[in-house]
């Protein structure tokens, strides 16, 4: 098991940026993917980016070239570095660790982009 706490949302005009950090209870070295997903209004929950035990990496075509995922396993920590933020990047960010058959959900952050 692991616990996930977010933090790093927050208003941000359109255009701008946010870093988003995802912290893990222990260590991430060994988990097999985690990912940051997106709830908008109105909308359901989508996968936003991925990054692997690998490295390897995908990302939901509306936040390719603005997005990256990026993982530390020093500081246990996976972030999602957001660019040209754009107002339907607005909503509720979590993120989540698969490991084995389960997966473990953090609280989630709020990003909110103005016009």
């Known amino acids: 098991q692991v616990q996930l706490v977010e933090s790093g949302g927050g208003l941000v005009q359109a255009g701008g940026s946010l870093r988003l950090s995802c912290a893990a209870s222990r260590s991430i070295f060994s988990i097999e993917a985690v990912g940051w997903y997106r709830q908008s209004p109105g909308k359901q929950r989508e996968l936003v980016a991925r990054?692997?035990?690998?490295?390897?990496?995908n990302y939901a075509d509306s936040v390719k070239g603005r997005f990256t995922i990026s993982r530390d396993n020093l500081m246990n920590t996976v972030y999602l570095e957001m660019n040209s933020l754009k107002v339907e990047d607005t909503g509720i960010y979590s993120c989540a660790a698969d490991i084995a058959r389960g997966r473990y959900w953090g609280q989630g952050t709020q990003v909110t982009v103005s016009s």
């Open positions: 990054i692997t035990s690998g490295y390897s990496t």
